[in-house]
């Protein structure tokens, strides 16, 4: 479990199913896809600016604001921890059986239904870049998965 100040407070933060519940309501990309929680988990693998934001906003209670989750953000750049935060947060949401469920259940609808684009013959050339990047990203998810 993790432990994070937030306005001089320590507050336990952990990924269990409230924190995936809240990731699916915030951060699906439809609403009722429940996806939410693997959008969190590969934007950790991509190494997306948001990732950690995202993971804090899902891991602490509700009652802290959009403002005072950028504040811990700027505290731990300003101390020089930013990347030691990313990995501590990146730890937890590994150690996590349902976000490591929901991002398994990802992996396994992208690989079966992006066949559709890898199987398609005569791609165009934004249709190749596009094969590449989500081949790209499908590894990097099974790596971190393993």
């Known amino acids: ?21 809240r990731a699916n309501k915030l951060y699906s990309s439809a609403e009722g896809a429940n996806d939410g929680a ?4 590969l934007a950790f693998v991509t190494d997306d600016d948001m990732a950690l934001f995202k993971a804090l906003r899902v891991l602490l209670p509700k009652s802290y604001t959009d403002d005072d989750i950028m504040d811990v953000l700027d505290k731990a750049e300003e101390d020089g921890k930013s990347q030691e935060l990313f990995k501590e ?10 976000f490591k469920h929901a991002a398994q259940r990802w992996l396994n609808l992208t690989e079966k239904y992006g066949k559709a684009l890898t199987d398609k013959k ?3 050339a934004e249709e190749k870049i596009q094969e590449a990047a989500t081949k790209d990203t499908l590894d990097a998810m099974k790596k971190s998965l393993s």
């Open 1 to 21: 479990m993790l432990e994070i100040t937030v306005k001089g407070q320590p507050v336990e933060a952990k990924f269990n199913f409230r924190a995936l519940f």
């Open 38 to 41: 693997s959008s969190i988990w």
């Open 89 to 98: 947060v990146e730890q937890e949401l590994h150690e996590s059986g349902f």
């Open 122 to 124: 005569n791609k165009t």
